[in-house]
């Protein structure tokens, strides 16, 4: 999943964001809910000044999905086993398009009861508790919609500490392979990690994303020549396929639950994408194209990453490719995709929460503590990634305790929510079983993967 300013914003293009102003929630308010007899318009009565199309939506999804995750899929596979992995990838594939199908669905039905032309993931969240069937629990409607921001948050800063690492592991194998040194241990990542801290604590003080905004769009072009050359240099060093373990254990398994959903989970960006298109509508068009073409793309690195490079494999995926010039000078390109992506990553987090922390102190002196904060957000970011330098179990602690939340359980919940009374629960109450049976699933990743992904962390300290 690519991380950037999208998840928090209204709005899906970067170059339309005001870039001297964070994402800020929308004023306190209460929502007033409208009868069916006054009809209300949402399409008609969004101001979108560059309205996307299908096609141009389906790309913003693509993007918006593919990031980071998809340079250590190939672990996860290794994790899971080939077959099973397979399988599963599929499976969650079409798990993770519905979930975002019945967010951005009840996310539509409440924009047409509440008499709103767009709502964000917190919105919907805190609206769909206010106005709900239950008025014992409405009050907890704003911890609802925190809980959204907090998760939100914590998936992309701890996305920053998978980018820190990737980034560290690419410069120590360019640097290491090219002076002939041994493969060092851990801890000579860990310095490497460190080093990073300062070019990382300067590139974050950029405020804008202005600057930053067009590398983006240039790492999508770097992952698909990374797609390609997984294949290619897979194939030459690919043993027989029947030699590959399909099914490995119940805990690789868990941790590759958790990889493959931080990888494809697409839960941030829906709802921008939708708020800024043309007919929105259209959206399952837009969603089932892009979640085909990213399930796509992750079964290829992932499979083949796996099948070709083995036991040994690595995270990112570059590091398996040979020492020759083409795969050196693309891991050292991704490299630096990924650095600046860093900062693109950082933006979106760091300005919500500044938004709520800036409150506490003297306007005047707004500018200084604000770069207080950033530096201490970059110093943790660092601490963790140098105590926990695994790629493979960050990313999947990161998508069983967050993804598995924002991502199944809390839409899940909030269609319940919506469709209580209208149109009600259906016969034999299928729609509350339906959702009962996308919680458990939740619930058990959520556990399971939390579980499984923070065990490994611990182990390869």
């Given at each position: 999943m690519e991380l950037n300013s999208n998840h928090l914003n209204t709005r899906t293009h970067i170059e339309d964001v005001d870039p001297t102003k964070?994402?800020?929630?929308?004023?306190?308010?209460?929502?007033?809910?409208?009868?069916?007899?006054?009809?209300?318009d949402f399409v008609a009565a969004r101001q979108v000044a560059k309205p996307t199309n299908v096609i141009e939506s389906t790309g913003h999804l693509i993007?918006?999905?593919?990031?980071?995750?998809?340079?250590?899929?190939?672990?996860?596979?290794?994790?899971?086993?080939?077959?099973?992995?397979?399988?599963?990838?599929?499976?969650?594939?079409?798990?993770?398009?519905?979930?975002?199908?019945?967010?951005?669905?009840?996310?539509?039905?409440?924009?047409?009861?509440?008499?709103?032309?767009?709502?964000?993931?917190?919105?919907?969240?805190?609206?769909?508790?206010?106005?709900?069937?239950?008025?014992?629990?409405?009050?907890?409607?704003?911890?609802?919609?925190?809980?959204?921001?907090?998760?939100?948050?914590?998936?992309?800063?701890?996305?920053?500490?998978?980018?820190?690492?990737?980034?560290?592991?690419?410069?120590k194998e360019v640097i290491e392979s090219a002076d002939g040194v041994a493969p060092g241990d851990i801890d000579r990542l860990r310095l490497y990690v460190l080093a990073l801290?300062?070019?990382?604590?300067?590139?974050?003080?950029?405020?804008?994303?202005k600057y930053l905004a067009p590398f983006s769009m240039l790492g999508d072009v770097f992952i698909v020549a990374c797609v390609i050359a997984t294949i290619y240099y897979s194939?030459?060093?690919?043993?027989?396929?029947?030699?590959?373990?399909a099914w490995k254990d119940g805990t690789g398994f868990f941790?590759?639950?958790?990889?493959?959903?931080?990888?494809m989970e697409g839960?941030?960006?829906?709802?921008?994408?939708?708020?800024?298109?043309?007919?929105?509508?259209?959206?399952?068009?837009?969603?089932?194209?892009?979640?085909?073409v990213v399930v796509s793309f992750l079964i290829m690195v992932g499979f083949f990453g796996y099948w070709g490079f083995g036991e040994n494999s690595i995270s990112p995926v570059t590091l398996n490719f040979p020492t020759e010039t083409f795969p050196t000078v693309l891991k050292c390109l991704i490299g630096v995709m990924i650095f600046i992506t860093f900062a693109l990553n950082f933006w979106a987090p760091f300005n919500l929460v500044w938004y709520y922390v800036s409150k506490k102190h003297d306007q005047t002196k707004h500018w200084i503590w604000e770069r207080v904060y950033r530096g201490s957000f970059i110093v943790v970011i660092t601490a963790v990634a140098v105590a926990f330098p695994n790629i493979g179990n960050i990313m999947g602690l990161l998508g069983a305790f967050c993804l598995s939340n924002i991502?199944?359980?809390?839409?899940?919940?909030?269609?319940?929510?919506?469709?209580?009374?209208?149109?009600?629960?259906?016969?034999?109450?299928?729609?509350?079983?339906?959702?009962?049976?996308?919680?458990?699933?939740?619930?058990?990743?959520?556990?399971?993967?939390?579980?499984?992904?923070?065990?490994?962390?611990?182990?390869?300290?």
């Open positions: 964070p994402p800020q929630p929308p004023p306190k308010q209460k929502y007033t809910l409208y009868t069916d007899k006054e009809p209300y993007k918006g999905c593919l990031g980071g995750g998809i340079l250590g899929i190939h672990e996860a596979y290794m994790k899971g086993g080939l077959w099973t992995s397979l399988v599963f990838t599929v499976i969650f594939g079409f798990y993770i398009t519905y979930c975002v199908h019945i967010l951005v669905t009840s996310a539509q039905t409440l924009c047409m009861r509440l008499h709103l032309a767009e709502m964000s993931y917190p919105d919907v969240a805190e609206a769909a508790l206010e106005v709900g069937p239950f008025p014992s629990v409405r009050k907890y409607s704003k911890w609802f919609r925190y809980a959204v921001d907090a998760i939100i948050c914590i998936d992309l800063f701890g996305a920053c500490c998978v980018y820190q690492i990737i980034i560290a592991k690419t410069i801290l300062v070019p990382i604590l300067l590139l974050c003080m950029i405020t804008t994303l194939m030459q060093v690919a043993p027989c396929i029947t030699t590959v373990p941790e590759f639950c958790g990889i493959v959903i931080f990888a839960i941030g960006v829906s709802l921008p994408i939708e708020n800024s298109m043309k007919d929105p509508r259209k959206f399952p068009i837009v969603l089932s194209a892009g979640m085909t991502g199944f359980i809390f839409p899940a919940f909030i269609e319940l929510l919506v469709v209580w009374e209208d149109p009600g629960l259906g016969r034999y109450q299928w729609r509350l079983w339906k959702n009962v049976f996308v919680l458990f699933i939740g619930v058990l990743l959520f556990v399971a993967g939390t579980y499984s992904n923070a065990k490994g962390l611990i182990t390869n300290l």
